[in-house]
């Protein structure tokens, strides 16, 4: 859509052109065949001009209505989610990291709720983690006890974070953490953090690269979990413009890049499950949405 506006615009800027080339032509030099060529190559322009115009008409119209076909798909998986989850994840105790500064999916907690498993804890990172803030970092500094002057300081205190999100998640906090990491507004914790979990849904991708941080925070935060046996899950929205699923990838975690989305969603109860793999629409993925039991949907369970 865009080439064809700067295609557009490149004409009409032509057409100014000729325009005034055959004004020229007519009042000074007088010379009819180079007005008359410039005339046709006006018409011709002209011409060309409404092919393109009719094109965009169409693709607008052939957008919209890919864009009624992929709501219409959407709403019947959102039909089909519950019957296929139901009690799937029947006592599994399930935390949320939230690493881009955005919001949990909309229907993301519901799908979980009607799986059987219980979130237990949202965290999430906020914008101070980007420690433009010299006197937070200064408090890092000393909190993490770095004397020495480190090369792109703020990532490797990033991962010592992560570390430490990991600690408050594995329930081996002496809670200096939490209340330490709150006050200077770096992550805000809310839940049970004392209850064991089982899983750990990481929600990263980012809309601006001011806001990725998946080399060093995410990074460290996975390998710290991964580390001492707890099973995590990395989740995106289908659309983020930066993707952490090649940085998630690097760990042997499953990973989703739809979560915004019930097939999304639903790949990640199966992928809890049991089946595991890279699933979603992007290039990382290997598969769509893992094998469904369909036959389950006429049970009447």
């Known amino acids: 859509m865009i080439d064809i506006k ?19 032509g007519s009042t ?3 010379d009819e065949i180079l007005v008359d060529q410039q005339k046709k190559m006006l018409d011709r322009l002209e011409e060309q ?9 169409q693709l607008i119209s052939d957008n919209n209505y890919k864009d009624e076909v992929i709501n219409n798909y959407e709403n019947f998986s959102q ?3 519950p019957p296929l989850v139901k009690g799937r994840l029947e006592g599994e105790k399930v935390a949320i990291v939230v690493t881009n500064n955005t919001d949990i999916p909309s229907g993301l907690i519901n799908t979980l709720t009607i799986a059987g498993a219980k979130v237990v804890s949202k965290t999430v990172v906020l914008t101070n983690i980007s420690l433009a803030n010299e006197e937070i970092l200064t408090k890092l500094k000393q909190y993490y006890n770095i004397n020495e002057d480190i090369d792109n300081i703020e990532a490797v205190i990033r991962g010592y974070i992560g570390g430490s999100v990991s600690t408050v998640l594995l329930n081996a906090d002496d809670y200096g953490i939490i ?3 709150q006050e200077n507004q770096l992550i805000n914790f809310t839940g049970d953090y004392e209850t064991d979990i089982s899983k750990v849904i990481i929600l990263g991708g980012s809309n601006s690269l001011e806001n990725n941080y ?16 707890l099973k995590v899950y990395g989740v995106e929205k289908s659309k983020a413009e930066h993707s952490y699923m090649s940085y998630y990838q690097k760990f042997n975690i499953t990973t989703i890049d739809n979560i915004d989305l019930s097939p999304g969603q639903i790949s990640l109860i199966f992928a809890i499950e049991g089946e595991l793999g890279h699933y979603g629409t ?3 993925a290997q598969k769509f949405m893992p094998l469904l039991p369909i036959e389950s949907l006429g049970s009447g369970e």
């Open 179 to 181: 209340e330490f990491l």
């Open 49 to 57: 001009f409404t092919l393109i115009k009719d094109r965009e008409t």
């Open 79 to 81: 039909i089909l989610l």
């Open 282 to 284: 992007k290039a990382t």
């Open 6 to 24: 700067y295609h557009i615009a490149s004409i009409v800027a032509v057409f100014l052109a000729l325009g005034l080339g055959i004004l020229i």
């Open 28 to 30: 000074i030099v007088g």
């Open 214 to 229: 998946a080399a060093d925070f995410d990074t460290s935060l996975i390998q710290h979990l991964d580390n001492h046996g």
